[in-house]
């Protein structure tokens, strides 16, 4: 991200995540090809590249754009999670004060929840393939990218050249206020947004399922569930797709999986591995 403002900023590239070159090469958002080739009903060969190496460099690592390239998750840990808090601090504060006696509330982080028969078989939830699927059929009835109008990604980098004109050429617009409000409704409403909502992520899902590489593994020597029969678990409930990588048992895939690491971080004992340093 900080690429992309970069380059805007002294003139070398143009664009956002959404769309963007340097000279005479250009790139697009997987989904946005997708959208402008159904509305214009042109397959647009240029941009049909870098679609074709988007959708290969995706089947060969995984959905490692949705852990460290798109800022969204990076913009819901900085605001969203602390709003998230600020309502939870707030709960809790009105559960001590009307009553005497201490109460003690079991956190998301200790909670451990086991995944009852049949939760396997949502793994593969349409939710998300439904909205891809709304996405281009919307697209190509309307002659026109329509989700690129709301897509958080875009509307984030937006909000970045947004600003940046406000600071380099002194030009205040709305959209430094419109772009961002749109973004907190999106995020603080649609909890679930990347792991079952995104048509973007619902589109490198089919591309990730070709990926059998760089996926974590569990040392089971050192975890704790394994070696010492304790209940654990804060790698599955520190993973926003729910992926459960002992047992396979919860509700995400690990072709789901963006390598953002969350899992290895919290895990105590440090038995969660990927395959780099």
Request: charged share 15%; proline share 5%.
């Amino acid at each position: 991200m900080s690429i992309i403002v970069i380059g805007a900023a002294g003139s070398t590239g143009m664009g956002s995540l959404s769309a963007f070159g340097v000279e005479d090469i250009s790139a697009i958002c997987p989904l946005g090809y997708l959208e402008a080739a159904l509305a214009g009903r042109d397959v647009i060969p240029q941009l049909l590249v870098s679609f074709l190496v988007v959708a290969g460099l995706t089947a060969l690592l995984g959905r490692i754009f949705c852990g460290w390239v798109c800022p969204i998750p990076l913009v819901r840990k900085l605001l969203i999670n602390k709003i998230d808090e600020g309502q939870t601090d707030g709960e809790n504060n009105s559960d001590r004060n009307s009553s005497t006696q201490p109460v003690f509330k079991e956190s998301e982080a200790t909670r451990v929840t086991y995944p009852q028969a049949g939760n396997d078989l949502r793994k593969s939830s349409p939710t998300g393939l439904i909205i891809l699927g709304v996405t281009l059929g919307s697209s190509a009835i309307c002659g026109f990218p329509v989700f690129c109008l709301i897509c958080p990604i875009g509307l984030v980098f937006a909000t970045l050249f947004a600003l940046l004109r406000l600071i380099r050429f002194n030009e205040p617009t709305m959209d430094i206020i419109v772009f961002p409000v749109i973004v907190i409704i999106e995020l603080v409403f649609l909890k679930k947004w990347c792991s079952k909502l995104c048509p973007v992520g619902a589109l490198l899902s089919i591309f990730s399922r070709f990926n059998h590489s760089l996926a974590p593994t569990v040392d089971r020597s050192r975890c704790l569930e394994e070696a010492h029969n304790t209940k654990c678990q804060l790698c599955r409930s520190a993973c926003s797709f729910d992926i459960d990588l002992k047992n396979g048992l919860g509700m995400g895939d690990i072709s789901t999986c963006t390598k953002c690491r969350e899992c290895a971080d919290n895990c105590p004992v440090q038995a969660i591995r990927f395959p780099w340093r």
